[in-house]
Every structure is written in structure tokens, then in C-alpha cells.
């Protein structure tokens, strides 16, 4: 009869991984290239999907052409707050400048039978899975929002016209701190409960 418990422990070790995943800055050189970047690329696309719509799609920002992304984000910021345009644009061109490679995420978003909620949430899923995988493979990343993911002229600059869009960015790299401390994790009583009838 198969030892259950050997069987198990390539599984548990993986899980022990999955479970130390957190959110990481500053980053530095290397991003993932080569055969580590399409690991991360191939774990986004095994997301799930209803319909099988492969909604996600994943623009890579990384090079030269960060800082041309940079700059156009200050040109965002100009469009929509013409009065902080000057602090914002150096704040994200600053961003762009330390961040080795940047990941936008987003949905193509198709109408008909499939919610579009249910699209967006499988772009997220990828967006998880690509944050896992930079994770396991010893990088780190974080999951970036705000303005700029919101902004149709940054969604149309990357190819996502409405009602398709970002759901966020991944940034991408090589942790400067490697001995950070883990933060406790949540505590699972108070996000879990069980249902039962009656």
C-alpha cells in the first residue's frame, strides 16, 4: 500500500509556499525573463473562466519602454487633475523608473450569456495566479490599482477599449529586502463561517 503522507509532502511544501506569498516592494533587477516569465504567463492563463471565454489578457511592460509608460502616465494625470498634474506625473514616472517590469492585467469583455462580472473576476484570478507563481519562482510583486487603472486614455494606451479593461498592474522583480518579516496571517474565525440549514 502507497505511503499517503510521502505522497502528500511535495503537495504540503508547495502549499507552506503558496501560504508565505505576500505583497512586495521595493524591487530591483532581475525581472523574470526568459522561461520564468512564461511560467508566470502560462499560470495567468490557466485562471478560471466560465464559458471559456479567455477573457485575461496581460500586457508586459519592462526595458526602455517602462519609461516611455512613465511619462505617458504623467500625460494621464495632466488630463485628469490638471492642478496636482506636476507631482503626479514625477510620482509615476518615479514608480515606473524603480519598478524592473510592470504586468497589465485586464479583460476582454465580450456581452452575451457570461456576466461581466464573472470576466473581470477570471482576470483577477489570472492576476493571482501570476502573483503565486512570481512568488514561488523567488521574485516578488505586488498588485497595483488606483487612477491609472481606471483611467480610459491609460486602457485604451494599452489596447483595452470599452467595455473591456485593466483590472491592475503586477510590478515584477527581484526583492532588495530578502529577510523582510512575514505578516501573521489573517485570522481564518474571523473571515469563515459555516452555513447550515435552518
Do not use: C
Not at 34 to 58: K, V
Not at 87 to 97: G, H, P, Q, S
Not at 109 to 120: C, H, M, S, Y
Amino acid at each position: 500500500m502507497p505511503d499517503i503522507t510521502l505522497a502528500r509532502a511535495p503537495r504540503l511544501l508547495a502549499l507552506d509556499q503558496l501560504l508565505s506569498r505576500r505583497s512586495v516592494g521595493p524591487l530591483q533587477e532581475p525581472a523574470p525573463d526568459g522561461a520564468d516569465l512564461d511560467l508566470i504567463l502560462d499560470a495567468g492563463l490557466r485562471a478560471p473562466d466560465h464559458g471559456r471565454l479567455r477573457p485575461w489578457r496581460f500586457v508586459v511592460i519592462r526595458g526602455e519602454a517602462r519609461l516611455v509608460f512613465g511619462e505617458k502616465l504623467g500625460e494621464a494625470a495632466a488630463v485628469r487633475d490638471p492642478a496636482t498634474a506636476a507631482t503626479l506625473a514625477e510620482r509615476y514616472r518615479a514608480w515606473v523608473r524603480r519598478t524592473p517590469m510592470l504586468i497589465a492585467v485586464g479583460a476582454v469583455v465580450r456581452p452575451g450569456n457570461i456576466p461581466e462580472i464573472e470576466q473581470l473576476l477570471a482576470a483577477g484570478a489570472a492576476a493571482m495566479n501570476m502573483l503565486n507563481a512570481l512568488h514561488m519562482l523567488g521574485y516578488g510583486g505586488m498588485w497595483v490599482t488606483g487612477p491609472n487603472t481606471y483611467d480610459p486614455g491609460v486602457n485604451r494606451l494599452l489596447g483595452f477599449e470599452s467595455p473591456s479593461r485593466l483590472v491592475g498592474f503586477l510590478t515584477a522583480g527581484t526583492p532588495v529586502a530578502t529577510n523582510a518579516p512575514i505578516s501573521a496571517r489573517p485570522d481564518r474565525a474571523a473571515h469563515v463561517t459555516e452555513w447550515t440549514p435552518g
